[in-house]
C-alpha cells in the first residue's frame, strides 16, 4: 500500500495557493533518506553520497542534501554550474560524465570536481584540454550480463558506459606516469533494482578489482564509488529496499576483501538519484475531463511532459485519488495527459475509485527522473515544483514555465 505524504486537507489548502499541476516534495523525507542512508554506512570513514543532480536538478533539493553531508554527481555544464551556485566545491562534486565536452572539463576542473573518466582515449583529451588533475577516477565495464540470480538483470556489454578491464588496468598505469597520486574506480551495472542484493555484489566486483589494480601496479587507491541504482519499488506489491541490510552488506565484502589487502582505509561513495528523491515527490494533478468511448477515460491537467517515465519505459507509478483511499477500486480507467500521443497515459487499465471532475490525484515516486526529463513537445509547458518544508508549509522552488519561456530562445518571434 502506498500512501501519500500530504493529506487531502493539506493538499488542498496548497492547491488554493499554487494550481495544478506541480511537483511536490517531502523536505522530511528527503533528509530522512539521507540520514539513514549515511547511519547504514557510518562503518566506513568518509562515506560520501553524491546526489546525482540529473535526477531533481532543484537547487533548494540540493541545499537540503548539502546539509545532510552530500555531494553532487554532475554529467554537464549546468549541473556543475548548479552545484558551483548551491555551494559544492572540490572533493563535494563528482563529475561522471560521458562523451563529454572540452568545456565541461575546463568548469570542472575549474571548480575542483572530481573528474571520473569514462574512457581510455579521454586521458588524452583531458591532458590536451587542462591537463590531469591529481586525484582522479576511472569507469569500469565488466561487459556482459549482469544477474544476481533474480529478476535483476542487466546487460552491461550494451551499456556505451566504461572501459574494459584491460583498458582500465591501461589506463591507470598511464595516469600514474602522468603524476596521479589519488584513484577511484567507478561502476553503474544495474539500475532502479530492488534488492538489497545489488550493492553488495557490485562492492565484492569493485573491491576485488581495486586489489588487482593495487598489487599489479601500485597505484594509491582512495576511494571507490558504488555510483546510483538501488531502486525504488513503483508498484505498491513490491518490498522496499533496507539501506542497513545493503550497508551491512557492503561492509562485509569491505571486511573481506579490502580489508586483508591492506585496503580498509578506502572510502566508499554513492551516486544515488532514485533512491534518495524518488520516494520523495509526488506530481499532483487534477482531473478535468471524463471521456466514454471504447475505454473508460480521465484526463487530467499535466501531461508527460511533466513526467516522461509512463510514456517513455511504460513506467508503473502508483496513483491515489485524494480523498477515495478507501473507497472500492472497482473503475478502470485509462488516466491520461493532453498530449496528441496516444502514449501520453499516466495509467493503462488502472482499477481506481470512481474519479469525478475535480478530484486531486496523486502521481507517486516523481521526485526523481520525473520533472527533470520534462520536455514541451506540443508546445507544452512545465509545471511548478513545490517544497512542503518540515513544518508543514508550502514553498515554490520553481516557478511554471510561461508562454514567454517558451518563446525566449526564438529569433524575431516577438517582433
Ligand atoms: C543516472 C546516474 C546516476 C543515478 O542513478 P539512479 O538510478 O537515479 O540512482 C548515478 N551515476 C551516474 C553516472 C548516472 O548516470
Known amino acids: 500500500m502506498k500512501t501519500p505524504f500530504v493529506t487531502k486537507e493539506q493538499l488542498e489548502s496548497i492547491v488554493e495557493q499554487f494550481p495544478t499541476p506541480f511537483h511536490l516534495y517531502d523536505e522530511k523525507g528527503i533528509r530522512e533518506t539521507a540520514r539513514n542512508l549515511y547511519k547504514a554506512f557510518s562503518w566506513n570513514k568518509g562515506f560520501k553520497e553524491y546526489f546525482a543532480v540529473k535526477a531533481t536538478p532543484n537547487p533548494q533539493i540540493l541545499k537540503i542534501l ?42 570542472a576542473r575549474e571548480i575542483g570536481a572530481i573528474i571520473n573518466l569514462d574512457d581510455i582515449t579521454h586521458i588524452d583529451f583531458l591532458k590536451e584540454t587542462c591537463g590531469i588533475p591529481e586525484k582522479i577516477s576511472c569507469r569500469f565495464n565488466p561487459g556482459g ?28 598505469k598511464r595516469l600514474k606516469s602522468e603524476g596521479v597520486k589519488e584513484f577511484g574506480i567507478h561502476s553503474f551495472l544495474a539500475s532502479n533494482t530492488v534488492s538489497n542484493e545489488y550493492y553488495p555484489a557490485l562492492a565484492s566486483i569493485l573491491f576485488s578489482l581495486a586489489v588487482e589494480l593495487k598489487e599489479a601496479l601500485d597505484v594509491h587507491i582512495t576511494f571507490i564509488n558504488l555510483s546510483g541504482g538501488i531502486g525504488i519499488p513503483y508498484t505498491p506489491d513490491k518490498e522496499p529496499n533496507d539501506i542497513f541490510v545493503i550497508g551491512e552488506g557492503v561492509h562485509k565484502a569491505y571486511d573481506e576483501i579490502l580489508v586483508p589487502a591492506g585496503m580498509g582505509d578506502v572510502k566508499l561513495c554513492t551516486e544515488l538519484g532514485r533512491y534518495m528523491l524518488a520516494p520523495n515527490g509526488h506530481l499532483v494533478v487534477k482531473a ?24 517513455m519505459y511504460g513506467a508503473y507509478h502508483h496513483i491515489t485519488v485524494m480523498g477515495k483511499e478507501n473507497e472500492p477500486c472497482d473503475h478502470k480507467y485509462d488516466v491520461v495527459g493532453s498530449l496528441c500521443e496516444n502514449n501520453d497515459k499516466f495509467a493503462v487499465d488502472r482499477m481506481l475509485p470512481k474519479i469525478d471532475k475535480g478530484d486531486l490525484l496523486v502521481i507517486h515516486d516523481a521526485g526523481a527522473h520525473g520533472f527533470a526529463m520534462g520536455y514541451n513537445y506540443n508546445g507544452k509547458l512545465k509545471s511548478a515544483e513545490i517544497l512542503l518544508q518540515e513544518d508543514g508549509t508550502p514553498r515554490m522552488i520553481r516557478r511554471a514555465e510561461t508562454p514567454e519561456d517558451y518563446f525566449a530562445t526564438l529569433e524575431g518571434f516577438w517582433e
Open 66 to 107: 548539502k546539509e545532510e553531508g552530500c555531494g553532487t554527481d554532475c554529467s554537464s555544464l549546468t549541473e556543475l554550474m548548479m552545484s558551483e551556485r548551491c555551494g559544492f566545491s572540490g572533493d563535494e562534486i563528482m563529475f561522471s560524465s560521458n562523451e563529454t565536452p572540452a568545456c565541461e572539463f575546463v568548469k
Open 288 to 311: 478535468i475531463h471524463e471521456k466514454h468511448t471504447y475505454k473508460e477515460y480521465i484526463g487530467v491537467d499535466a501531461c508527460a511532459v511533466n513526467l516522461m517515465r509512463p510514456a
Open 145 to 172: 550480463y549482469f544477474s544476481l540470480g533474480t529478476d535483476i538483470m542487466d546487460h552491461p556489454g550494451d551499456a556505451k558506459y566504461g572501459m574494459t578491464k584491460a583498458q582500465l588496468f591501461e589506463a591507470f
